[in-house]
């Protein structure tokens, strides 16, 4: 059946931090889209590995018009105006910003920490400052758009409008928060082994989305990635961009990721430190292992420096 806008996009985004536009790529712009995503598959591996989760840039290696199709599609720009126009600091030019293809593990199945996207998944990002932008409508949209049937997606549906509950913090005290060491498991023991991770999250449901489906979810929202190599998956990921995000991503995010400025003029080192531990109370920062593994020297340095002096070793 068609797409077919309802009010229940507009309550479902608010009250869940999520709704799916059911059915939004009309079957010709699928076939289109699998056409180009699907050689894209083993160009990930190639770069990053046989359990590659994505291809990002994708547009260096694909023909990116139906893509820019899809960003472009006038259903899903009306029933954007609708679920964020309006909203204060109007949204109604939102841009859908999508540059990412997640795709099925090769190797084996895996699954990601759950976590809030900056707060939990990048050192360095002012946590004080995500919390107050936290509940602004124009930061931390995003998108998932299945061009198969995808059951990856776990989400907390109304954490997006909370920081963590007791329980929450009970269940994961340790910060950076410790996914499922499946390395030693047989394939079915792994997928075990994420399953009952996701599960193990007070209120976590599995985001099931069809083939042509649009998830619109903000990211603050409490989820995590589940995969394993039979189920087929190319979801092409977006930001929904607005100037106020994407300041926020040039500003305080990818000087974490690829500092291009002195690393003295960013004042925000401070994951693991006072900032978590005044946000998050009863959390324990652990040092970021594989963060640090791959930082560059002087930046590692500085991080491992903050987080001595969070545990109050130096
Ligand atoms: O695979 C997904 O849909 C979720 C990925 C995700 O949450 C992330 O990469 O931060
Ligand atoms: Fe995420």
């Not at 479902?12 to 180009?36: F, K, N």
């Not at 707060?119 to 990002?125: A, I, N, Q, S």
């Amino acid at each position: 059946m068609a797409f077919e806008f309802s009010a229940t996009h507009i309550n479902e985004y608010h009250a869940q931090g999520y709704t799916v536009l059911r059915d939004l790529i009309p079957a010709t712009l699928l076939s289109d889209l699998r056409r180009v995503a699907d050689p894209g598959r083993p160009i990930a591996r190639r770069l990053s590995g046989g359990n590659a989760q994505r291809l990002q840039p994708f547009q260096d290696h694909l023909d990116r018009r139906p893509f820019d199709t899809l960003f472009q599609l006038p259903a899903l720009h009306a029933a954007l105006f609708e679920i964020f126009g309006g909203l204060p600091g109007s949204m109604d030019g939102v841009e859908v910003d999508g540059d990412a293809i997640l795709y099925e593990p090769g190797d084996s199945p895996y699954c990601m920490a759950w976590h809030r996207d900056y707060r939990d998944l990048w050192p360095g990002v002012d946590l004080a400052k995500w919390q107050r932008m936290m509940h602004d409508p124009r930061m931390f949209n995003q998108s998932n758009a299945a061009l198969y049937d995808d059951g990856a997606l776990w989400v907390v549906p109304g954490s997006h409008l909370r920081r963590d509950t007791p329980d929450e913090i009970r269940r994961f005290p340790v910060r950076p928060i410790p996914f499922p060491d499946v390395g030693r498991m047989t394939p079915e023991e792994a997928e075990y082994a994420g399953r009952a991770y996701c599960q193990s999250m007070p209120g976590a449901v599995q985001a099931w989305l069809n083939a042509g489906d649009f998830m619109v979810y903000r990211n603050t929202l409490w989820h995590i990635g589940n995969y394993v190599p039979y189920m087929k998956r190319a979801t092409v990921h977006g930001s929904l961009m607005t100037p106020e995000y994407r300041d926020f991503v040039l500003q305080d995010f990818l000087p974490f990721v690829k500092p291009p400025r002195p690393i003295s003029e960013f004042k925000n080192l401070n994951v693991g430190t006072r900032a978590y531990r005044e946000a998050y109370p009863g959390t324990v920062a652990r040092r970021w292992l594989g963060t640090l593994k791959q930082a560059p020297r002087r930046f590692a340095r500085k991080i491992k420096r903050g987080l001595l002096l969070a545990i109050g070793r130096a």
